[in-house]
C-alpha cells in the first residue's frame, strides 16, 4: 500500500480483516496532506456524522459540525492506531517497477518486493496551475493552495483569486476580510445550497443516492472525473457560500482568465452563459432530491422545495485587467490539483497523467488504485465514500492471489 491518508488506511483494514498479508508505505506522517498541505482555517466542507471509513466512525458531540484540517488528521490518526495498520512513515517510494509476477519497490527505508501493490497516493499531490502563470508579470506575487496558508502571507494590496471552486470561494472570502481588495476570476464550477429543506445539501446527496451512483452508469465519465468541487464551506452556521454571496461582500467578479498578453489579463466574457448553467445544473439537482423526497415522505419531512436567487451577473465586468498598474498585487491559484507519480515506472499513464484504470484495477495485473476521482463512485474521493470503493478493490485483489496462488 503506498499512502497513508484515509484510503490508504480503510484499504489497510480491509486486506486486515481479510488477513491479507501488508505493510502501508508512507512518505511523511499519517494523515500527512491534512497536516501539510492545507490552509490555516480550512475545515471540512463534509459534516462530522459522513466521517466514517470501514469500522470507524465520529462519535462526537457535534455530528452537524466540520472538522479542521487538525481535526481531521487526528480523526485518522486515531483511525490507523486503533486498526493496528502497519505504516512505515518516513518511507518515500521512489520507483515502483514491474518485476517478473510481482512489483519492486525502491523507497528510502530500502527495497521491497510485492505480489500486489495499491496506489493510495492521494490525487492532490500537486498544485494544477495553468501554463500561462509564466506570463504574468514579476511584481506579480503568485501562490498556490500549497503556499498560501494565510491572507497575512500575502503582499498589501488587491488579490485576484483564480478558480471558483470550493477553494477558491473560500480563500477569496477570507482574503477579503482580511482588508484587501479581492478579484475573483470564474469559469465552469458546481455550485449548491449548504442547506436544503431544513438539511444539509449533503444530506439530500446521501440519500438520494446521487453521491453513490457508480463509474459505470455515469454517461460521460471523463466528465464526471474531471469536474470541480462543489462550491461549498463547513462553518457553524451552516452559511452558503457561492458567488452571490461573494457579491454581497463587495468581492468584484470577472470572467475566466483565458490568457496573459503585455502585462494585461484577458477575461472571457461569457459570465452569463457560465452562471446560467450553473444554476441550472443546481436546479436539477435540487429536482432529483424533490423526487426523492416526494418517495420518501418519512424519510423527507422537512420543509417544502425551495428554490434560490440565479446568480447575479455583475453589472460591469472587465475584459481585461491591467497587472501593471499596481492595483492587483498577488494573484492565488486555486484552479484544482493533481496526483504527482513521479515514481511510477510502470507504463499505466495516460496521455494527460492519469492512470489507467477500470474502477481502481490497474492496467497491469496486480496493481490497483483507490482514492481517485469517481474512481467506483460519485463520492469515490470523500472521506465517507472509501468504504465501498476499498471493500470492491480489496475483493478484486484478493481474488488476483487467490488465482495466482492456484495457478
Ligand atoms: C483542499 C481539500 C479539501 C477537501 N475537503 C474534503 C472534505 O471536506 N470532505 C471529504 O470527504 N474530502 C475532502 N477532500 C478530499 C479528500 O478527502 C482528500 O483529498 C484526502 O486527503 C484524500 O485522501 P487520500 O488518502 O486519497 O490521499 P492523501 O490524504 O493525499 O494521502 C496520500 C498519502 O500518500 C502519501 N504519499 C504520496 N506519494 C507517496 C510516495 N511516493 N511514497 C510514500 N507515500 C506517498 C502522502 O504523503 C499522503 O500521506 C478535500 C481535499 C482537498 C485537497
Known amino acids: 500500500m503506498i499512502g497513508a491518508g484515509h484510503a490508504g488506511l480503510a484499504a489497510s483494514r480491509v486486506l486486515g480483516d481479510r488477513s491479507i498479508d501488508h505493510v502501508v508505505l508512507e512518505r511523511g506522517e499519517v494523515a500527512n496532506s ?6 490555516n482555517s480550512l475545515r471540512l466542507l463534509t459534516p462530522n456524522w459522513q466521517s466514517r471509513l470501514p469500522g470507524h466512525a465520529y462519535g462526537g458531540p457535534d455530528p452537524d459540525g466540520y472538522m479542521t484540517a487538525g481535526e481531521v488528521a487526528g480523526f485518522i490518526t486515531n483511525y490507523a492506531a486503533l486498526s493496528n495498520a502497519p505504516v512505515r512513515t518516513g518511507t518515500a517510494v521512489t520507483s515502483l517497477t514491474r518485476d517478473g509476477d510481482g512489483y519492486r519497490l525502491l523507497t528510502s527505508g530500502g527495497e521491497i518486493d510485492a505480489r500486489t501493490v495499491v496506489i493510495a497516493s492521494g490525487a492532490c499531490n ?3 496551475v495553468p ?10 506575487a503568485q501562490f498556490t493552495t500549497f503556499d498560501y496558508r494565510k491572507p497575512d502571507d500575502l503582499p498589501d494590496g488587491g488579490v485576484m483569486v483564480v478558480g471558483p471552486s470550493a477553494t477558491g470561494l473560500q480563500l477569496a472570502a477570507e482574503i ?8 475573483i476570476s470564474v469559469g465552469e464550477h458546481v455550485r449548491l445550497p449548504r442547506v436544503y429543506r431544513g438539511r444539509d445539501v449533503l444530506w439530500w446527496m446521501d440519500r438520494s443516492g446521487v453521491w453513490n451512483q457508480r463509474y459505470d452508469e455515469i454517461d460521460d465519465l471523463t466528465r464526471a472525473r474531471r469536474l470541480p468541487s462543489p462550491q461549498l464551506v463547513g462553518t457553524p452556521e451552516r452559511t452558503t457560500l457561492d458567488l452571490n454571496a461573494l457579491g454581497s461582500m463587495g468581492v468584484q467578479i470577472v470572467g475566466r482568465l483565458s490568457t496573459v498578453r503585455d502585462g494585461r489579463a484577458l477575461l472571457s466574457g461569457s459570465l452569463r452563459n457560465m452562471f446560467a448553467l450553473a444554476d441550472l445544473k443546481m436546479e436539477r439537482l435540487l429536482d432529483t432530491f424533490d423526487e426523492w423526497a416526494a418517495a420518501h415522505p418519512r424519510e423527507a419531512d422537512g420543509p417544502a422545495p425551495e428554490r434560490f436567487e440565479p446568480t447575479r451577473v455583475p453589472q460591469s465586468s472587465p475584459l481585461q485587467l491591467d497587472l501593471r498598474d499596481g492595483r492587483i498585487r498577488s494573484v492565488v491559484w486555486a484552479t484544482g490539483y493533481r496526483p504527482d507519480y513521479r515514481w511510477l515506472d510502470v507504463p499505466v499513464l495516460d496521455e494527460k497523467g492519469h492512470l489507467r484504470h477500470d474502477g481502481g484495477v490497474v492496467d ?3 496493481l490497483y488504485a483507490l482514492g481517485l476521482p469517481v474512481l467506483r463512485r460519485r463520492k469515490s474521493t470523500f472521506i465517507h465514500g472509501i468504504e465501498d470503493d476499498a471493500r470492491d478493490v480489496i475483493d478484486h485483489l484478493a481474488g488476483y492471489l487467490a488465482a495466482a496462488q492456484r495457478a
Not at 491534512?34 to 490552509?39: G, L
Not at 477579503?176 to 478579484?183: A, F, K, L, Y
Open 34 to 39: 491534512w497536516r501539510h498541505e492545507r490552509w
Open 126 to 128: 500537486l498544485p494544477h
Open 131 to 140: 501554463a500561462l502563470r509564466a506570463a504574468l508579470p514579476a511584481s506579480i
Open 176 to 183: 477579503h476580510h482580511s482588508g484587501r481588495p479581492v478579484t
Open 364 to 366: 497491469s495485473p496486480g
